[in-house]
């Protein structure tokens, strides 16, 4: 049982991982709190279903398509919502941020209407995996941690050894030295939305297949629980955003498991952590050290 | 008195009053103290639940039950504000949220707010023996609006208020120049949220049922929209975004325009305070109706600040 829930834990973690990575980029090079990054997320999962649906791809490419949409959301969303604001108030800025969301939420819902739809089949066969006597794993599960291995590895290799990559580093370092050394900014924060964006969809697709079921508000809590795994990592640490997630996974399958009749529902706990750590720990686990935040 | 007036514009024009309030109650938050909260409808909903279960359950008076709520709102609600004491900004914003939906989740939960199923027949509060409906809890929700309106204006033109909108401007000064921002902060969270406490009670007592839905993050958005939109720390900015948002919505159901389908006008309406909240930050800052010195507009200042902290937010 209890082998069973961490690894339950463990698949979940790797989502939040792959929404929360964006965030923490973004956070890192812009010091903005992406308010719509759970509506991307929603928007990857739509395409991917549009991909299959109607363009008849398969389940792989339907992924990559869904990656590209979204990046192109992420990127939309940062001309209009974002760029236009910097350098004023963040408060503003997170205003806009959560228009941008309520708009893109409810004008999916015009679109789709807002009840839940079940992911069109994919062509690739829901097995179980019996690991032991008692623990089970699915193969979607499998994939989940597999995306998130791979996704990581590809943002490791694209930081270190790219020049776009270290690039994004200065920016989130100092923007203003980085520009001042001919790194153009406005293209970092374009491509860390994209990476970021592409990240939260792959996510959002994983999920949609996971549980089977699409629907337009189905951004809005793993956004703000990405909040909770930046916070808990610490801000603009990518090895913090990882294990954030993955303790943020393990806690909420645990309770999931073994904690029944509480007053609050599982999804409230990353909440409860998120104003337990801001209060106690504001730079997070792995964050550099800040008196307030 | 009761047939005075169609019970359909009444409702409308009650609601309205109580978005108001709750208008009102945010606008001393975030307009004049400068805290954003993103979790208005949580103090709400405490409002609405703590009158309701006081009348229901323990089937107090629901003039007792009522006054209670404000009271047990402004305590709550002290205690939401203390995150702010650590919490700056845009991370107070998302704290807010965070309280917010925790309360929602409670709410939803929990036995004593009747879990999923919430609380039904919830009665309403009389008067010399006859319970006050339509006109009267028009006339009674228009009272409570007008004190309300009252004591905001006292509160904000007296020392109370200059201390906010220092804080507002800058926490440093202001606590260099002996105003204890612990306090204030505190208090503007508990006033703040009593007026909500307040319109929550109002709306439980109207509509004779709640639920957790009735609280969620839609709530505080619309508000903070609607707010926004009218202008931070302007009364008149606030009566003025709390009308057009509302009342435009309305219209549609009341005049029956084949433009929109019914069906979604609900989400149209989402949409459209989306669009507004993006246009405003972009354009306005400060809103139609604020008033000078709201630091959102400051881009210079802030600029200038940025220097010193190694160039954060530049470029």
Redesign the interface.
């Known amino acids: 049982m209890l082998a069973q829930q961490i690894l339950n834990g463990v698949a979940l973690g790797f989502i939040y991982i792959l929404v929360s990575v964006g965030l923490t980029m973004v956070y890192g090079v812009l010091k903005l709190l992406h308010f719509a990054h759970g509506v991307i997320y929603m928007v990857g999962a739509f395409a991917a279903m549009i991909a299959i649906t109607y363009l008849h791809l398969p389940f792989a490419l339907a992924i990559l398509f869904a990656m590209a949409a979204a990046a192109l959301a992420g990127v939309a969303v940062e001309r209009i919502a974002y760029r236009p604001l910097r350098g004023a108030h963040p408060i503003a800025t997170l205003i806009s941020g959560v228009g941008v969301a309520i708009f893109l939420e409810n004008l999916f819902q015009v679109i789709f209407t807002s009840d839940t739809q079940a992911f069109p089949e994919t062509g690739v066969e829901v097995s179980v995996i019996q690991l032991t006597e008692s623990v089970t794993f699915t193969n979607v599960k499998l994939f989940i941690i597999l995306a998130g291995l791979i996704g990581l590895g590809l943002l490791y290799a694209f930081l270190k050894c790219t020049r776009m990559g270290i690039a994004i580093q200065a920016a989130a370092q100092d923007m203003r030295a980085a520009s001042l050394m001919g790194v153009n900014v406005n293209r970092v924060v374009s491509v860390t939305f994209m990476i970021g964006s592409a990240l939260a969809a792959a996510a959002g697709v994983l999920v949609a297949w996971n549980f089977n079921a699409l629907f337009p508000t189905m951004g809005a809590i793993p956004g703000l629980k990405a909040f909770c795994v930046v916070v808990l990592g610490g801000l603009g640490s990518i090895p913090g955003t990882i294990a954030g997630g993955l303790i943020l996974g393990i806690v909420e399958s645990l309770s999931d498991g073994f904690m029944t009749g509480m007053v609050v529902d599982k999804d409230a706990i990353a909440f409860v952590i998120l104003i337990l750590i801001l209060l106690v720990r504001p730079s997070g686990l792995f964050g550099k050290h800040v008196e307030k935040v | 008195m009761d047939d005075l007036f169609n019970p359909y514009y009444v409702d409308i024009v009650v609601f309205w009053m109580i978005y108001l309030l709750l208008g009102l109650g945010l606008n001393l938050i975030t307009g004049y103290a400068g805290q954003?909260s993103?979790g208005h409808a949580a103090f709400y909903g405490i409002g609405a639940y703590t009158s309701v279960i006081l009348s229901v359950k323990y089937g107090w008076n629901a003039w007792l039950s009522m006054a209670a709520a404000v009271v047990v709102t402004f305590l709550i609600s002290a205690l939401f504000g203390l995150?702010s004491l650590?919490?700056?900004?845009?991370?107070l914003?998302?704290?807010t949220?965070?309280?917010g939906?925790?309360a929602q989740?409670?709410f939803?939960?929990?036995d004593i707010t009747g879990g999923a199923y919430g609380i039904d027949s919830i009665p309403a509060p009389s008067l010399f023996g006859t319970p006050l409906k339509n006109t009267g809890y028009l006339l009674l929700v228009t009272v409570v609006l007008i004190v309300a309106v009252v004591i905001m204006k006292k509160m904000t033109g007296s020392r109370i208020g200059r201390a906010w909108m220092t804080i507002r401007e800058d926490e440093t000064v202001a606590q260099s120049m002996g105003i204890n921002t612990t306090y204030y902060k505190v208090l503007v969270f508990a006033i703040g949220g009593a007026y909500a406490g307040a319109a929550g009670a109002l709306f439980a007592h109207k509509v004779s049922f709640i639920s957790g839905e009735s609280f969620g993050?839609t709530v505080s958005?619309t508000v903070?929209?609607m707010v926004?939109l009218g202008g931070l720390s302007s009364i008149f900015g606030t009566f003025f975004g709390v009308t057009l948002l509302y009342m435009l919505p309305e219209m549609f159901r009341l005049f029956e325009f084949e433009l929109v389908d019914p069906k979604?006008l609900d989400?149209?309406k989402?949409?459209l305070?989306?669009?507004?909240?993006?246009l405003i930050?972009?354009y306005r800052?400060k809103g139609l109706f604020g008033k000078n010195g709201t630091?959102?507009?400051?881009?210079r200042r802030?600029?200038v600040k940025t220097l010193d902290k190694?160039?954060?937010?530049?470029?």
Do not use: H, Q
């Open positions: 954003v993103l995150p650590r919490v700056r900004e845009d991370f914003a998302i704290t949220l965070g309280l939906l925790i989740s409670f939803k939960n929990a993050f958005a903070l929209s926004v979604y989400t149209y989402m949409m305070y989306g669009i507004l909240m993006v930050m972009r800052p630091k959102l507009v400051n881009i802030s600029a190694g160039g954060d937010r530049v470029a």
